[in-house]
């Protein structure tokens, strides 16, 4: 035997060594693959508890677990405190934070002092469809109530059953794992619109459709039905207004048309709508919306690990995933790429802020003219002016990243907002004049704290009233849940109870 096939020997047995070790590598990926293609069914009683999925889906689960680590809090009352005086008289002016993780979108519901300090189960100032973009909890109990009885009665009537954050449920089958949107509302809007339904749409589309069962304009439409004993209940809604298209104009002419308000402003009386966060509405007249880029595509990446690829479910903003996200498409660098982004926020930002201060002041210089004497009939134009200039501000920049979703939409809406708030400006002035005042100029309204007390809100009571709720009845809520088997606390809430918020500090 030659010195060289003693060697190739060698050689072939470490060769064959190495090709035995990968293939049992093979064999267990293999494996994880069929066990990952199985399609596991989640039993229906657990499918809200997204730990029960994770058996399955360790990936999935464990970078959708992720969005624990987004849990900055940004006060926007302190950051813009002109919103206190455009949102006098209505929730938003007693606390408003920007969003963050899903993680925390339950929990932040539970806090934010809108949601008031309720002692039982029939009290507190907002209705049930407070917790729809909160929780797969929700669609369990439309379909264990009835969608009807789920819409009817105080926010506080569920506590104790919707206590699980945005999770698998939300999003996907518990049968075959498919992507699946359960709660009815979002369909009832695609067909009123004349757009295909979720079960009808491009596979591409139900990448966004996910997200536009929440990340969508709503108002809580009432509803009379009877029960199943005959009584006559009100149910509040939650509908989105697409009838007229999927547009700022449509929906203000929608609500015109019903003659809808969300709120009389407590300044100057105008009877207002709040936007919501048309998201998916304003990134439809995107380029990325145009060209058919989903959500997905850029807030939740493919991730190879291994052989395995998966989506990342740690829903965040995508300029910390760029590689990921956008270098697929882009050849710019990454550096380049977000300075373009950023200078589309300061030119939104620009006028967001003239925005804002013009209705402001609009609200306070209405004010001031009812206090010289000025009739409603000589302030209707002035207030409808202010009612469209508020809602298309609004609109703009309630689904805050729109200025990247759709730039030219959101500069747009800002224009006309702007437009129209300086139209009631100059109005006012006329009538200010008329009645005697001269060169009035509106208080100061720089910080949260002014702003708030322009707007008359009690602050201090509020977060008193919060604090023992937090105490009381929400501890309960979850004792009861756990005692139920829909809650696995230890699983679900872990630094929850002492999250940040806007009163804590
Ligand atoms: C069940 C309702 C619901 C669904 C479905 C949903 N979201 Fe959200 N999302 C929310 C709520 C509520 C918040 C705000 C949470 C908070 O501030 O506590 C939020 C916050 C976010 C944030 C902010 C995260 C951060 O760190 O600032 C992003 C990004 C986001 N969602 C993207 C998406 C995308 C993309 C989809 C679809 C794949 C989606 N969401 C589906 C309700 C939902
Ligand atoms: C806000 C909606 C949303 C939530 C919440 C969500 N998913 Fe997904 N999931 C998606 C989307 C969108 C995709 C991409 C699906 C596609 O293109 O087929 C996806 C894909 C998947 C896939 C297919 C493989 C992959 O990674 O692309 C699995 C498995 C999965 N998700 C499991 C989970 C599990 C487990 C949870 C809970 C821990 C979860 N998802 C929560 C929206 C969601
Ligand atoms: C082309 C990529 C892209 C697409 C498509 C996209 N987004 Fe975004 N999204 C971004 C970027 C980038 C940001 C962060 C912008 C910023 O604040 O600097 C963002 C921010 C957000 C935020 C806010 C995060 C925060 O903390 O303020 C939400 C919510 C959101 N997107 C939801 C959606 C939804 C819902 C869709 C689909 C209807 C969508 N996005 C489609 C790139 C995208
Ligand atoms: C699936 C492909 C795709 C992905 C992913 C994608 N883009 Fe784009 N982007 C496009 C296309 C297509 C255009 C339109 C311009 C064109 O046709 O060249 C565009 C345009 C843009 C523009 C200019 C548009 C404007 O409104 O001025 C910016 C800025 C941009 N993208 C940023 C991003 C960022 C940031 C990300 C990641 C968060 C991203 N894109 C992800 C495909 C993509």
Redesign the pocket.
Known sequence: MGINFKLLLAGSVVAIGAMALLASSINEREQERVELHKTPVIAKSIENKSEEWARYYPRQYSSWKKTKE?DELTDMLKEKSQLAVLWAGYGFAKDYN???GHYYALQDNVNTLRTGAPVDDKTGPMPTACWTCKSPDVPRIQERDGELEYFTGKWSKYGDEIVNTIGCASCHSNETGELLVRVPHLDRALKSAGLPTFAESTHQEKR?LV??Q??VEYYFQKTEWKDKDGNKKIAKVVTLPWANGLTAEGAEKYYNDMNFTDWTHKISKTKMLKTQ?P??E???T?I??QKG???????MPYTQEGSVKYSDHQ?????ET?DR??MN?HRESEKKL?EI??RK?ERKDQLHEIAMDNLAKAHLETAKAMEAGATDAELKDIRANIRSAQWNWDYAVA???A???APEETLRLLAVANEKAQNARIGLVGVLAKHGVMNYSAPDFSTKEKAQKLAGVPFEKLVAAKLKFKKTLEKEWYKQAEAKGTLNAKASRQGLDDVETAYSK
């Open positions: 987004q920007a969003p963050r966004n997200c536009a929440c990340h966060h998201g998916y304003l990134y439809k995107g990325h919306g880029v989903s959500c997905a595509d850029c807030h829903l965040q903003n995508p300029l760029m996200s956008c498409c977000k982004v950023h926020y689904s805050h990243p200025f990247f979703h």
